[in-house]
């Protein structure tokens, strides 16, 4: 079962609940606003380490670019012995120079020797145990000239004096220019090429190649920048502790992490060489989902549009975006690759969501007290109300409705709960008035006079339906009953009379007619003010009759609705009494039927039932109008003289079953037949048979 409160209780709910819905959608508002500045900040942010990445790209390989292509077109791409080659150190060093990034400058040979310089430091960790204290720069060389191929490493100083040479075989045996991936597509190119990173050779770092094909088309000159400096780049725009940052190529391959340790795993063979990394081995959870979205970006994400991404790792949320880094038409493209947790990201907005909640509970504090007196304050009068309806269901009028509250609709439902008393009150004393009339003569003029009555208008005619007319059976009007034989009838039919067509209408235009519609009412219509012709309909939703009402003034709509709602009793009890009416006239016409069917079955007493209720008739009426004796006191009810009228008219009823020898004699002693003369014809019978024998 359904649990009840109080009103009190609801309405302090309602309050609170909209408070709190109020000051959740503030919140939320809130939050959402402050979401959406946190996350334009963070693509902001993302954006702006795209483009510092693409500068600092760019910054790296400018001057890498310049230096290559001078580098193709100097004589050391002509030499043909080291000591050719070292003359050109100078033009390497100030090359070296100009960029921090640009890790060695070097010449393959199409005869398989090599040249390089090198700066010191950014070659491999076990080649730093080799350096010299001092040096700076190292020369790497291979010459294929001799039986066997010669590598040498010479390492300089700042100022380029020699500080050690040693020997590499196993250099020269394993590195062959002619087989690294720049020469071939350098040589193969009249144009300077740049190579996708890669894990170089030597340093096992992570680098690109500029290469230019020197003039002649016997060497290459080659460049290698390391990219070292982009991962200390992204180390420092981090702005949350939990915030990754990677580049990585269209493969999935990290080139820049702020961890540059990860970005190298180690061979799976012993001889084996070391690979980069992708983004699912680097060792962050929350970059390995992000694998799959780069390796699908360009087909998805076409040109310079950056995805954003929202990723649960073990139970935390992240957000993430893909940004390119090069131009649209870059072979090799290259992305930058965040992730940051929504905890981190969305920390404002939830610090801004508890303080709307600690106000939240504040407010709630504050105004429950209030919110619940006034709330008694209002369901106090409610209360009364709901009593007197209680008394009102149990049909108690005695006492008005007196409740005097601050609340307009609350004083309106008072004032109508009285309003309603009294229509309830008057019609149900009308409806019992209507119900305890028996006569059905005597029904419709007081039938009528009720109306009025309820209705407060002037006159008023009542029509009974017979066939296509309205045939008026009582009118009233202020100063008492007129005879209705003096009006005419109504011909229901919109080509008939106007008051007859406007009574046909009336059920469907609310019962409302004008002046002109009765004017063939004469003196009982002067001086209306409206006229409201009322339909009564049976069950059937027949037309039994229709009231015509003539009032001083125009009728309102609740007025007008009254009288409606009582013709349809005025029509059920109308119905009902002539079901009555019709139903004792049949009873009537039935005994009087089996009286005339009595006396017909004979001709000495023809006649007798029918003068019986007559003489019983006057009879009672002179015990009725004796005032003295023994019948001074004697008096019948209308249901009295029915009950005497029936029992007369019945009192010879049982001889319907009497034969006809009993009732068809002349006299008292007469039957049809002597049957005397049957039993003498047996005795002579008898006695003749006796002679006989």
């Known amino acids: 079962m359904r649990q009840r409160y109080p009103l009190h209780i609801h309405i302090s709910t309602l309050f609170l609940a909209l408070i709190l819905v109020v000051c959740g959608v503030l919140a939320a508002i809130g939050y959402k606003l402050s979401s959406e500045l946190l996350e334009a900040a963070a693509a902001d942010r993302t954006t702006r380490i795209s483009r510092e990445a693409r500068i600092e790209m760019k910054r790296i390989v400018e001057p890498a670019e310049v230096a290559t292509r001078l580098l193709s077109l100097q004589q050391l791409t002509q030499a043909r012995s080291l000591e050719q080659r070292l003359q050109s150190l ?26 390089l310089l090198g700066r010191v430091g950014h070659g491999a960790d076990s080649e730093a145990a080799r350096v010299p204290a001092t040096a700076a720069y190292v020369v790497q060389s291979i010459e294929r000239a001799g039986i066997a191929p010669r590598g040498r490493f010479i390492y300089f100083d700042a100022a380029l004096r020699a500080l050690r040479e040693d020997d590499r075989p196993d250099y020269a045996a394993t590195y062959d220019p002619r087989r690294r991936i720049w020469f071939a597509e350098a040589m193969a190119s009249s144009e300077q090429i740049k190579t996708p990173p890669y894990l170089f050779f030597s340093s096992r770092k992570v680098g690109v190649t500029l290469a230019n094909q020197a003039s002649g088309g016997q060497a290459v000159a ?65 970059l390995v989902p992000l694998l799959a979205a780069v390796t699908g970006h360009a087909n998805k994400h076409p040109g310079q549009e950056t995805q954003t991404l929202r990723l649960d790792v073990d139970g935390v949320a992240w957000r993430a975006s893909i940004s390119p880094l090069g131009p649209e038409d870059d072979a090799n493209p290259l992305y930058l690759v965040t992730t940051i947790p929504e905890s981190e990201l969305m920390a404002g907005a939830l610090k801004l969501t508890q303080h709307s909640a600690i106000a939240t509970l504040i407010v709630l504090l504050l ?94 005619v009542l029509y009974l339906a017979e066939g296509k007319q309205l045939l008026p059976a009582s009118v009233v009007d202020s100063g008492g009953a007129a005879p209705a034989a003096e009006l005419p009838a109504v011909e229901l039919s919109s080509a008939g009379p106007l008051l007859g067509a406007a ?63 009582f013709s349809g009793s005025a ?54 109008k004796d005032d003295r004796g023994a019948y001074r006191d004697f008096q019948l009810s209308d249901d009295d003289w029915e009950a005497l009228h029936v029992a007369a008219w019945l009192h010879d009823c049982g001889k319907v079953t009497t034969p006809e020898y009993v009732v068809d004699k002349a006299t008292k002693l007469e039957t049809i037949n002597d049957r005397i003369h049957e039993v003498r014809m047996r005795f002579e019978v008898l006695k003749r048979d006796a002679e006989i024998r």
């Open 90 to 115: 100078e033009f390497l060093r100030q090359a070296l120079a100009s960029s921090p990034a640009l890790s060695s400058l070097y010449v393959g040979y199409a005869t398989g020797d090599f040249f």
């Open 222 to 286: 080659g460049a290698d920048i390391l990219l070292h400096s982009l991962g200390q780049m992204l180390a420092k725009q981090r702005v949350t502790p939990g915030m990754q940052l990677a580049i990585v190529d269209a493969k999935g391959y990290a080139l820049a992490y702020e961890d540059t340790s990860r970005l190298v795993r180690a061979a799976a063979e012993a001889d084996g060489a070391p690979t980069l990394a992708r983004l699912d081995q680097l060792g962050v959870p929350a």
């Open 367 to 460: 105004t429950i007290p209030f919110t619940w007196l006034l709330a008694r304050s209002i369901s106090r009068s409610l209360g009364r109300l709901a009593g007197e309806a209680e008394k009102i269901r149990r049909f108690e009028f005695s006492q008005p409705i007196a409740i005097d509250s601050a609340i307009k609709e609350v004083n309106q439902l008072a004032v109508t709960m009285e309003a309603m008393k009294h229509t309830i009150r008057r019609f149900l004393d009308i409806s019992h008035a209507v119900a305890a009339e028996q006569s059905f003569d005597r029904l419709l003029p007081r039938l009528l006079a009720e109306t009025l009555s309820a209705s407060e208008a002037r006159a008023g």
């Open 503 to 565: 009574l046909a209408d009336g059920v469907a235009r609310a019962g409302r007619l004008q002046r002109e519609d009765v004017a063939s009412l004469g003196g009982l219509g002067a001086g209306l003010g409206e006229a409201i012709a009322v339909p009564l309909l049976n069950r059937q939703a027949e037309l039994v009759g229709a009231i015509l009402l003539l009032c001083d003034a125009p009728s309102d709509d609740a007025r007008l609705s009254f009288v409606k709602a």
């Open 571 to 624: 029509a059920v009890s109308l119905e009902s009494k002539a079901l009555i009416k019709a139903q004792k006239d049949l009873f009537e016409a039935f005994i009087q039927l089996i009286a005339t069917a009595i006396d017909a079955k004979s001709p000495y007493t023809g006649g007798h039932c029918a003068r019986v209720p007559e003489l019983t008739r006057m009879l009672a009426e002179a015990a009725c």
